[in-house]
């Protein structure tokens, strides 16, 4: 349920209904926009009539919700959600960002070159895997710790920020200081208990739809997160499992705009394993762009014919740098910028 209260309201008012909605059975999570403040009820409540929410002091309006997801639907903040990072950087307004970097980071060398030429483009954040899930137990598995101390440090001495891969709830406490985006990967997208305790980080999770999930499933999963009172997640199409074996994937580009509807949350798109080609990366990042894509994921490194990992799906730095200036063209003609 959604409680909409009157623009301007004054604060005990919105305590006095928060008070009034707990003493029914809700849990309340509450949503400041710009113009009004939003609660969301969830959970059963006793049987009640919203009429009489409506009449409490500073109410303006009481909305029954349907779908399963309450705090992930775009009712609970209808102007959308800005996901605000450091340096000024923004997920979910009108500048796209761009986030770029190797499947794994490798050596000191790789991360660092990949660093400088991915920043020199325009990337404002380094991807990059310091533990793997990978299909195979004998690939390799990523570096750990070590390879995060190499990203943080390659990713200040060219101003971006970091976004890694965490795959387990033990990984949360040692990942903290090193990244400033948590990223929970498609096979990850429902372990609910690195979901939950991902709801108690106060950092934001990117969290990557999974290789047979529903939108419905991926907005629940959201749910988890945000439930526990995590309102910084990041939506990603990442690519789905279907009958199709010429891509590794298939790029689902009509989940973008479909989740602008559904949800308030930003919406990415990760061309890289959408296609897992690279000749395919840099058509379906246009694409994603035109859809309305509020940032992209892709992989770059600096020999992808030598990479551990993923080598197919990575462009390398000259391709990089000519997709952003093609972005960087795009972007107006859908009323956005590139970051």
């Known amino acids: 349920m959604i409680v909409a209260m009157q623009e301007g309201v004054d604060e005990q008012l919105i305590q006095q209904v928060i008070e009034h909605l707990v003493k029914i059975g809700f849990e309340v999570h509450r949503s400041t926009g710009a113009r009004m403040t939003v609660l969301g009820a969830v959970g059963s409540g006793i049987d009640f009539d919203i009429r009489n929410l409506e009449l409490l002091p500073g109410v303006q309006e009481v909305h029954r919700i349907s779908s399963p997801y309450k705090l992930a ?7 959308g959600t800005i996901v605000k990072l450091a340096n000024g950087i923004e997920i979910g307004g009108n500048k796209i960002v761009v986030m770029a970097g190797p499947c794994s980071v490798e050596s000191r060398e790789q991360i660092f070159t990949t660093a400088e030429a991915v920043a020199k483009s325009g990337a404002k954040v380094l991807r990059g895997g310091a533990f793997k899930p990978r299909s195979s137990p004998y690939s390799f598995q990523g570096h750990g710790e070590d390879a995060l101390k190499l990203m943080r440090e390659a990713a200040e001495k060219f101003a971006l920020l970091v976004i890694s891969e965490v795959m387990e709830i033990s990984q949360i406490p040692m990942m903290l200081p090193y990244v400033h985006i948590l990223q929970v990967g498609a096979r990850n997208m429902q372990n609910f208990n690195l979901l939950r305790e991902l709801g108690k980080v106060r950092k934001p999770v990117l969290l990557k739809r999974g290789i047979a999930a529903t939108l419905e499933e991926l907005l629940l999963s959201a749910e988890y997160i945000m439930a526990g009172g995590n309102y910084e997640v990041i939506l990603c199409e990442r690519g789905i499992r279907t009958f199709e074996t010429y891509t590794r994937n298939t790029m689902d580009i009509s989940a973008i705009p479909i ?61 990089f740098a000519k997709l952003m200036d093609e972005l960087r063209m795009i972007a107006p003609a859908v009323g956005r910028k590139i970051a």
């Open 73 to 79: 639907g775009r009712s609970f903040r209808p102007e």
């Open 259 to 319: 989740i602008h509807k559904l949800s308030h949350l930003p919406m990415t798109a990760d061309p890289s394993h959408g296609t897992g080609r690279r000749d395919k990366v840099s058509p379906m990042a246009r694409a994603s762009v035109a859809a309305g894509a509020d940032a992209l994921l892709i992989e770059v490194h600096s020999n992808p014919d030598k990479a551990l990992s993923d080598g197919a799906q990575s462009l390398f730095p000259e391709q």
